[in-house]
């Protein structure tokens, strides 16, 4: 019998992996303390990623300083970077990069339902946004969980919500502090992507295209991974994406919308 090809079923094979290979681990010990838990799932996704993008670019953990080496960023989960840069030190899967050559930054998390997880994250990529100073369409920000605890039994709807007012929340206390305009603000200072794998994915229509950004989270299921890989890569490389669209966008996720709203000042 043929198979049939599925597109779908293609990068729903990846979040698959993704959700089996962080456990593996976890699976021998228990729960034994594990210093390099977090560690580890950040490499997990580093070597997904590195299937997809283009040879171009490397991926690294690291650091991030300015151009003019006065300021560096926190330690960073996953940096993507033009391969022909030049690094001020480079050792095993870790960088430390002048911004100008940086095209992504990625923050992973295991849970965003524990603690102060999101927020964490939103800092450490709010503090390397401040020092880059660019907009959304030429450096992807993102945040990828590995999950959110109890996602089914609490329901789609109302943690898309916890998350936007979390997220509304920490944007309008740093908008106090910024000097700029509103959409300056949310074009260079705010979050591009959120992934829960097999769960949830959320974008901020926020690159220079859109005068009213709006912030979007669908419940995408195993086609999460999709669009957090497909929008990353859009960044990357957005004209190869758009000629090939079809194959990286192979379902709407506009009918799995749960929230859609601008985060506002």
Same mark, same amino acid.
């Given at each position: 019998?043929? +198979? ?10 990846? =979040? ?12 021998? !010990? ?22 997809? !993008? ?5 991926? =690294? ?11 560096? @960023? ?5 940096? !993507? ?6 690094l ?7 960088? #430390?990069?002048?911004?100008?050559? +940086?095209?992504? *930054?990625?923050? *992973? ?8 997880k ?9 503090? *390397? ?8 369409? /030429?450096?992807?920000?993102? !945040? ?23 997220i509304?929340?920490?944007?309008r206390?740093k908008?106090q ?5 509103d ?13 829960? /794998? ?30 957090? *890989? =497909? /929008? ?5 490389? /957005?004209?190869? #994406? ?12 506009? @009918? ?6 601008? #985060?506002?000042?």
């Open positions: 019998m043929p +198979v049939e090809r599925s597109l779908p079923s293609y990068y729903q094979s990846f =979040s698959k992996e993704l959700d089996v290979a962080k456990n593996r681990v976890r699976d021998i !010990i228990g729960n034994a303390h594990w210093i390099s838990d977090g560690t580890h799932k950040e490499a997990i996704l580093q070597d997904v990623l590195k299937r997809f !993008i283009p040879q171009k670019y490397s991926i =690294s953990s690291g650091f991030i300083l300015s151009n003019d080496g006065k300021s560096c @960023s926190k330690q960073l989960d996953i940096i !993507i970077y033009d391969q022909a840069s030049p001020l030190f480079n050792g095993p899967n870790f960088v #430390i990069i002048p911004d100008q050559y +940086v095209r992504a *930054v990625i923050e *992973v998390k295991t849970s965003l339902s524990v603690g102060t999101l927020t964490d994250a939103l800092e450490n990529l709010y503090t *390397v946004q401040s020092i880059m100073e660019r907009a959304s369409d /030429n450096v992807y920000f993102g !945040i990828f969980s590995y999950g959110y605890q109890d996602y089914r039994d609490i329901g789609p709807a109302l943690v898309a919500q916890r998350l936007f007012t979390r509304q929340e920490f944007y206390d908008r502090r910024y000097d700029g305009t959409l300056q603000f949310l074009q260079t200072r705010t979050l591009t992507s959120l992934c829960m /794998n097999g769960q949830l994915y959320g974008l901020h229509w926020n690159n220079t295209a859109h005068s009213k950004p709006e912030f979007g989270l669908y419940d995408t299921g195993e086609q999460s991974f999709n669009y957090f *890989v =497909s /929008n990353l890569l859009s960044t990357l490389d /957005n004209d190869a #994406i758009t000629l090939s669209k079809p194959l990286w966008f192979p379902q709407s996720k506009e @009918s799995s919308v749960l929230l859609k709203e601008r #985060i506002g000042f």
